[in-house]
DNA sequence: GGTTGACCTGGAGTGCACTCCAGCTCCTAC
DNA sequence: GTAGGAGCTGGAGTGCACTCCAGGTCAACC
C-alpha cells in the first residue's frame, strides 16, 4: 500500500506540513514521489511515523527523535545504542508519570477536601505533605 | 515571614526572572516591597506559588492560570467557577496520564520483546493493538 | 481548453514560556 | 568612601515545534 500525503497524515494523526517539516529536518527520510513528483509514503514509512507521534506524545523532544533516526539509518550496528535510549526515555516517562499523579492527588485533595476559601488557594508544604500521606495511605 | 526575592524563588522552584515575568503577566499580585523598593514575599505569595508550578506541572497553560488568578481576585463568589476549572483540569490531567501510560506500555512491549531490527522500528497499528491487549491482560 | 483541487517549494510568521541584557539604585562591609 | 552584591526596570532575544503563505505544477473532469 501507498499513501498520499493527506492519507499519511490522516493515519499519523500529524497534519500536512508537518509530515513536511519532519522531513525537512531530517526526522524522516524522504519517502518516494509518485510520477507526478508528489510525495508516496509506504507501510514502513507509516510504521516509523506512528513510533515518532508516540514519542512525541511521550515528550521526546525532536533532538532526541532526530538522533535516534540518524542511529537507525545507520543500521543494525546502533541497535545498542537505541535500545539504551528507549531505556532512558522510558525512564523519563515513569517519573513524569509519577510527577503527574502527584500533582493529581493534591488536585484531588483540594476539590475533595478543602471548601474553605482562604485555605483553598493557600495550601502551604506542610498540607501537601499530609495530603500525600493521606494519599499512600 | 517575608521573602526576598531569591528566596521565593528557591522555595518555589520558579527562577528569579519568572517571579517578575509572572508578576508582569498578572498571574501573581504584585507582592509587598520593603525600604529600598524590593519585592519581600509572604507565605500566602508563596503559597499561591506552589500552586501555581502545581498547576504549570500538570501543564496547565498560563492563560488558564491567569484566568484563574482573576477569579481569585474577585473574591468567594467566584468560587464555583473556579471549583468547576479545577474539574475540568483535573480530567486533563487524568486524560494525560492514561495517554502516558498507554505509550508506555508499548514502549515496554518494544524494550522487552522486540529483538528483530526490522520489526522494532515498525511496529504497526495491529502490533500495537496487540501490545494494548497483552498489557490489559 | 479551462477550472478545480491536491500537492509542490522556499521562506516567513506564530505562540508559548521563559531568559537575558544594559544601565541603574540600594545597602553592607571593609 | 568605595567596592561588591542583590535587586530594580523596560525591552529584546531565545528555543521549540510547528503553521502559514505566495506562487507555482500537475492530473482530472466538464
Known sequence: MTYSIAQAAERSG???DTLRYYERIGLVDPPARDSGG???YSDDDLGWLTFL???RTTGMPIRMMREYAQLRRRGAATAGRRRQMLFEH???VR????????CLDVLEY????????????????QDLHRVAVAAAA
Open 53 to 55: 507521534t508516540r514519542m
Open 95 to 102: 517519573e513524569r508519570i509519577a510527577e503527574l499523579q502527584s
Open 110 to 125: 483540594k476539590i475533595a477536601h478543602v471548601r474553605h476559601e482562604a485555605l483553598n488557594d493557600r495550601m502551604e508544604v
Open 38 to 40: 508528489r510525495r508516496s
Open 90 to 92: 522510558r525512564a523519563s
Open 14 to 16: 500529524l497534519s500536512i
